[in-house]
């Protein structure tokens, strides 16, 4: 029994496995379902917490690998943990520098991400001589993406470092593939993935044991499984029984999904799971994923593409992506939206944006990742309220019947 961690589901959908819960931390409540905002390096770029908290936000994620090689996990935890050291009082997650791995890795020069490409391939993905990791049954050999340095991250080196910055949620130790990995090489990485679970599992309840001395509000609460398998049914199948079965408090969907999958291979994975602990969809962000997710039984997500998008000027509305960029633009005296209460809506113009997005000012990325935040959390807080009113159907098609 987890005293400092809960999960209460509060209504589910009529259809599907959609709910509506409350996942409860040291740091605060998390209403769900929920996205969740990156802040990798302890910051989201561009943006004061404050901003954030402003936006609706209830918990930030941060990247497990990029604070372990700077400023170091150690510097945070003598600041006094990860929420302290970025002035975010709310709820925090640490991801488990798994997918960093894989992008260092087999994903290393292809551009493969959280959602990959139709037209990507695995065919190429030997060239081991450009990689910057090597995996082994032990862990990961990686060389630093700033400087070519050495290290070596195990379940064990993981949970370590994710105890030293002190979120509330925390993540096994797993290895990501690409979705277009056969079907052999998917089921090798998902033993390693479930032996490295054991292997995390165990380090974080020694961590735990130890910990008395420890600040509590910097004692990491909870520790979530991540379930994988690629694009095979049985895999996933297999994946969720083995994970769900562990002693986890919730469980992360991890992968590098093709487009057309996530909604069935999340399905698969959350028929399975313990319905009544939390399930976090791994970096899916696009609107339309939403939807897919909390569908199949998500209850939260994370996503850099909200803020990424807007720091280049392309910007969610209810009618699709919007590019400032473009020419026609730089005379619109409108906001992004009309309807849309942000700040970056209420304060500023279409042909203001514009104007700092080609002089190239930084207020341009800031207002931009702003109202994409603000649009993108508070999408999923409506879908939210729409199973607790019975109006999920006629609210997804509302929106996507726009959107695209």
């Not at 195990?154 to 797993?174: C, K, M, Y």
């Not at 309807?339 to 209420?346: A, E």
């Amino acid at each position: 029994m987890n005293d400092r961690f809960g999960f209460q589901i509060l209504k589910k959908a009529q259809h599907g496995l959609a709910r509506v819960g409350v996942i409860t931390t040291p740091h605060g409540t998390i209403e769900t379902p929920a996205f969740i905002v990156v802040g990798t390096k302890a910051t989201v770029k561009s943006l004061t917490m404050e901003q954030v908290k402003t936006l609706g936000t209830q918990a930030v994620l941060s990247n497990t690998y990029h604070l372990y090689l700077a400023p170091g996990d150690e510097i945070v935890r003598d600041a006094g943990g990860l929420g302290t050291f970025m002035d975010w009082d709310g709820p925090t997650f640490t991801d488990s520098g798994g997918f960093q791995v894989f992008s260092l890795g087999v994903a290393y020069g292809k551009g493969i991400g959280k959602v990959a490409k139709e037209e990507e391939h695995a065919e190429d993905t030997d060239t081991e001589h450009d990689q910057l990791a090597k995996v082994d049954d032990e862990g990961v050999t990686f060389k630093s993406h700033r400087d070519g340095s050495p290290h070596r991250f195990t379940p064990e080196r993981s949970i370590q470092i994710q105890h030293n910055i002190g979120a509330d949620i925390i993540v096994a130790f797993d290895e990501c593939t690409s979705p277009h990995e056969p079907y052999d090489k998917q089921k090798e990485s998902l033993d390693r993935t479930h032996a490295w679970a054991i292997r995390s599992l165990a380090e974080h309840k020694r961590l735990l044991a130890e910990s008395s001395s420890k600040t509590v509000g910097t004692i990491p609460a909870a520790l979530y499984g991540v379930v994988q398998g690629g694009k095979f049914q049985d895999l996933r199948e297999e994946a969720a029984r083995t994970i769900g079965a562990m002693d986890f408090d919730g469980f992360g969907i991890g992968g590098s999904f093709g487009k057309d999958d996530i909604g069935t291979a999340v399905t698969w994975v959350n028929t399975i799971l313990p319905e009544e602990k939390p399930r976090h969809l791994l970096g899916i962000g696009e609107p339309i994923d939403f939807f897919y997710g909390i569908e199949a039984g998500v209850d939260t997500f994370d996503c850099v593409s909200p803020t990424r998008l807007g720091r280049n000027g392309t910007l969610y509305t209810k009618d699709g992506k919007l590019n400032i960029n473009n020419a026609k633009f730089v005379t619109d005296l409108t906001p992004v939206e009309s309807d849309c209460p942000c700040y970056t809506c209420t304060h500023y113009t279409r042909a203001y944006l514009a104007h700092l997005f080609r002089e190239g000012e930084m207020l341009g990325a800031a207002l931009g990742s702003i109202h994409n935040l603000h649009f993108a959390v508070n999408l999923v807080h409506d879908i939210r309220q729409s199973i607790l009113d019975d109006r999920y159907d006629a609210f997804k098609e509302s929106v996507l019947s726009r959107f695209y």
